[in-house]
């Protein structure tokens, strides 16, 4: 798990890690912002897109919450060779302690 003060110093850097957004499609919707620098993906097809991943940086995950659908996607990350671990009570409680957002790609 990464606390969000660690998550903080990692956005200051170019490159810094790689951040999913894996939040459920209804969370996901009827949200207008994200996470800097994050990219989305469906947390149901992950063994679809997850190889395409680098093995070699760290992937910080999170969803709604910071529950289920993390803790899933980094267990399955982290057996697959994944330096994955889970962003702290996920983007709800970053948004709600002041955490950088960003309007969502549309």
Known sequence: ???HADLKKILAQPDGAVILDLRR???YDKDTLTMPASRRFNPDKIADWSG????DKEIL????HGRSISDASVNYLTKN?????????GFDTWKAAGGATVPKAQ
């Open 81 to 89: 060779g994944y330096k994955a671990r889970l962003v702290a009570g």
């Open 25 to 27: 499609n209804a969370d």
């Open 52 to 55: 395409a991943l680098p093995k």
């Open 1 to 3: 798990m990464i606390s």
């Open 61 to 64: 995950v999170f969803c709604a």
